[in-house]
């Protein structure tokens, strides 16, 4: 109710959560008793929700993105595309009564004809969306544009089928093997993306190569990704807030891709759609990435090192410490990840 005080008009979705499914229609009783109207957009992705809202009015996903199964959150996007760091606001916000409305709004026939739009690509795609709400999706978006597309799990389900769906480490193990001109595996709510070929890419390696592809000039990412950039701390709320200013490209180390062409925030499906342009052999740029469990709040640090860089930041979705080194080689990547997750340990 006190969201629903703060705006007139709001643009609601969710994901395929079940318990995201269990709140919505409360979510939206609060909203309207508060006198804002609800477009509602049903059980669709965080980018269709945000393209929806874009240069119309602030949009709300409810989803828990990449996190554990039962868990479910609010994601809130200003008009302009940009997070919307409110919360505060909303708990001091004054209570008001009216008699809001909904509207059961229609948008996903739009999105997929925007993202598509001037592109064809005739590759062969495996993908792998843990069963989430983008499934149909990212499947019509790319056959659209000329693809083959295998879905690894082709059904939508709320337990997102007992995975946790999370695109990096074990999760996406399998896709390695399989067969096409390269895998992506998209998180809960398809707003990040990780891209397979013979080998798992990196966010770094990955952004090169849209720069390369696409001539990207102002260029924004976090400070855990190897690319020539105006570097901003990591967290997307950092990154959108140059994308809104103009910049054409943006990239976060977890693998959220913002193509500023298109709009300001970041978008899985959109990603693997231009990651179809690219041909060729993709540089190998050695990093790691990990994490140790981390209840302890740490600030993050970065520092340079004789051969690259050391990056450490504490989670803000999960307890975890997340740790990042750039070596001259993987190996010796590996080596100083573990020497570095062994001594802080000591202080998670």
């Not at 798992?200 to 720069?211: D, G, I, K, T, Y």
């Not at 592809?213 to 140059?242: C, L, M, P, W």
């Not at 190998?284 to 981390?294: A, D, E, F, H, L």
Request: hydrophobic residues 35%; charged residues 25%.
């Amino acid at each position: 109710r006190r969201l629903g005080s703060l705006y007139d008009t709001l643009a609601v979705g969710h994901d395929n959560r079940r318990a995201s499914a269990r709140i919505i229609d409360a979510f939206l009783d609060g909203l309207t008793d508060s006198g804002c109207d609800v477009h509602f957009l049903g059980m669709v992705p965080t980018p269709v929700i945000n393209y929806y809202g874009w240069k119309n009015m602030p949009a709300v996903s409810v989803t828990a993105s990449h996190n554990p199964i039962g868990y479910t959150g609010f994601k809130l996007v200003s008009e302009f595309g940009s997070t919307l760091p409110i919360w505060h606001k909303v708990l001091k916000a004054k209570l008001r009564s009216g008699h809001g409305t909904v509207k059961k709004v229609s948008v996903v026939t739009n999105y997929i004809r925007y993202v598509t739009e001037g592109l064809r690509s005739k590759k062969k795609v495996v993908v792998e969306t843990f069963s989430g709400v983008v499934t149909p999706i990212v499947s019509k978006a790319l056959k659209r544009i000329g693809c083959k597309v295998r879905l690894v799990h082709s059904t939508i389900k709320p337990d997102y089928g007992g995975i946790n769906p999370l695109p990096e480490g074990k999760n996406i193990k399998h896709l390695i093997r399989a067969r096409g001109d390269f895998k992506v595996a998209l998180d809960g709510d398809a707003d990040r993306a990780t891209f397979i070929t013979d080998r798992v890419l990196n966010s770094s390696e990955v952004a090169r190569a849209f720069v390369k592809q696409f001539e990207y000039t102002k260029v924004v990412a976090s400070r855990d990704v190897d690319i020539r950039a105006k570097h901003v701390n990591i967290g997307r709320v950092y990154v959108e807030r140059y994308m809104v200013k103009g910049y054409r490209f943006g990239v976060e180390g977890s693998g959220h891709y913002y193509f500023g062409d298109y709009y300001p925030f970041s978008d899985g499906v959109l990603a693997t759609l231009l990651f179809t342009q690219i041909n060729g052999q993709i540089p190998t740029i050695p990093i790691v990435r990990t994490s140790i469990p981390c209840k302890t709040k740490l600030q993050d640090e970065f520092k340079c090192t004789k051969d690259g860089w050391v990056m450490l930041h504490r989670s803000k979705t999960e307890d975890k410490l997340r740790v990042t080194v750039r070596a001259k080689t993987l190996k010796q990547a590996v080596e100083e990840a573990n020497k570095i997750k062994k001594k802080m340990r000591r202080k998670c």
